[in-house]
């Protein structure tokens, strides 16, 4: 399969840019976007065909969760379970931006997206592209970090395009994308923990959850 490259203004993307790529996704097919935090790959988490394409793409464990991109809180509330109060404290505070949530997953995530975890990773971003496809959508979309699984998140289209030609079927370049990456944070347990940190620092959320 050939990769098709499409230019896209980060800041003010042209509706037939974003229309393109949301057909793409549903038609159960893998597209790399810029977003406020390097390039992602964007999938429909609905299609288990479209799910096996990304952990195909990404050369991923299939008992790796591959994170979900929401619009909102609202969003985030249908497709997690129990969400406790840290949850709310930290979203109101670093949504959307860098933050990714590691929450119990709802019925309604496809066990593969959770790597069968039942856990289920979210963000709502500060990416124009990709808050557009989600609301062109309707619904949550795939967004994993674009790179093969082991080497560093790339950071250009032109960059993605070369690496992963042939593992998908668009990229949108918006050019560079230098933001230091997604913090993610794990608060299913009754203690929470950083697994990765990025932009926000672990200082920045145990400020936040003092006393939580």
Known sequence: MATDLIQVDVENPYPGAIERA???????????????????????????KAV???FAAK???TERALPLAVSDVMMAEELGKELSSRFYILARHFWPGPLTMIVPASAKVPLKV????????????????????IEKTGHALIATSANISGQP???SGIELFAAMDGRLDLVLDGGL?????????DITEPYWRVIKEGAISEREIAERLQGT
């Not at 549903?26 to 976007?33: D, H, I, L, N, T």
């Not at 959770?114 to 496809?133: E, F, I, K, P």
């Open 153 to 155: 998140t790339i950071s």
């Open 114 to 133: 959770t790597g069968n975890t039942g856990r289920l990773a979210m963000r709502h971003t500060n990416s124009n592209v990709l808050n557009a496809m």
């Open 22 to 48: 949301v057909e793409e996704v549903a038609r159960g097919r893998v597209v790399g976007v810029p977003t406020d935090a390097l390039y992602t790959l964007v999938a429909d988490p609905l299609n288990l």
């Open 59 to 61: 050369g991923r464990e």
């Open 52 to 54: 096996g394409r990304v």
């Open 177 to 185: 994308c230098m933001g230091a990456g997604s913090t993610t944070v």
